[in-house]
């Protein structure tokens, strides 16, 4: 698997990143350890947590972890009540990294990410916390995750040094394109393209309806719903039958069109073992006027270049 340096930083990921957005829910201690070890032996060095309160932080400090491993966790979010408020207030930062560094049974964050940007906290006093965490040795590096280009851009002149920017990125989700990348990089900041596969959506298994026990049918909080729409099912279908046309999965498509986007890395989020081998084996090759059809059909305001 190849290696990629993000941005102008000396961090280096591999080009698939594996998520854990389902660990300690519908993926078991057991599983998770057969993904990572699947993952790890074929070259992967990058471990991605969804959100400081997702279980995967737990199951994270249950398994054996190899050292090659860059683990990439969130801070800034907290659930009060129903409701997930955003804080990157020293206290809250310094707090939610050292429970974290408990949870996951670790001495030190690879990556500590920054999960939205806070408009109502001073930057400096962000910054500051930052600093004594990278001082400490506790976290290695910073990236930002849901920031707009602006938002980068502040971050980065309050003399906060961020390597990364995890924004969705995919088929389905393409508006990190117009304005997170372009500043990303002018300030010499790396892309991780979260969600690559739209959230399971471009695998094509939602065409026909919501299978029982996928994602959709478990998760009915909204966190599907933009990717069952009607554009999105239309996006789909059009993945589908390019897939059909060269004799390949639509998931491979989709990370090859992603591929093509040239992010430091794209992150998964398999459930199975079967399903970590099916994308880790995904080394589709697009040629130039396949992607152009592609970013077409899913971004009707794409010129066509050959009209």
């Known amino acids: ?63 054996t972890v190899s050292d090659e491993i860059t683990v990439c966790a969130r801070v800034g979010v907290a659930q009060r009540g129903d409701e997930p408020v955003l804080s990157l207030s020293r206290q ?32 400096e006093e962000t910054a500051s916390a930052l600093d004594t965490l990278l001082g400490s040795g506790d976290i290695g590096y910073i990236a930002c995750a849901y920031h707009a280009g602006w938002q980068l851009a502040a971050v980065a002149g309050a003399g906060i040094p961020v ?6 990125r995919s088929l389905l989700e393409r508006s990190a394109e117009t304005d997170v990348a372009p500043a990303a990089d002018y300030l ?41 729409s009607e554009d999105a099912r239309r996006i789909v279908a059009g993945v589908c039958k390019a897939a059909s046309s060269l004799e390949i999965a ?23 073992v079967d399903q970590l081998e099916q994308l880790l084996g995904s080394d589709a090759d697009l040629q130039p006027e396949i992607v152009q059809v592609l970013d077409q059909i899913s971004d009707p305001a794409v010129d066509d270049p050959t009209a």
């Open 1 to 63: 698997m190849h290696v990629h340096r993000v941005g102008t930083s000396g961090l280096e990921l591999s080009e698939l990143g594996l998520g854990t957005f389902d660990w300690g829910s519908r993926v078991d201690d057991s599983t998770a350890q057969q993904l990572l070890d699947t993952y790890a032996q074929a070259g992967g060095t990058v471990l991605e947590l969804p959100a400081f309160a997702s279980p995967a932080a737990d199951v994270l400090g249950r398994l």
């Open 92 to 123: 809250q930062v310094l707090r939610q990294t050292r429970e974290l560094l408990q949870r996951m049974n670790r001495q030190h964050i690879d990556v500590l990410v920054l999960d939205g940007f806070d408009a109502r906290t001073p930057l």
């Open 163 to 168: 390597a990364a920017a995890f924004n969705e």
């Open 188 to 228: 010499g900041i790396g892309m991780v393209a979260g969600a690559a596969l739209g959230r399971g959506a471009l695998s094509g298994q939602y065409l026909r309806g919501v299978p029982a026990q996928s994602r959709a049918a478990v998760h009915q909080d909204g966190y599907m719903q933009r990717y069952l």
């Open 250 to 272: 639509p998931v491979d498509v989709a990370l090859a069109w992603t591929r093509s986007q040239a992010p430091a890395c794209s992150l998964i989020s398999p459930r199975t």
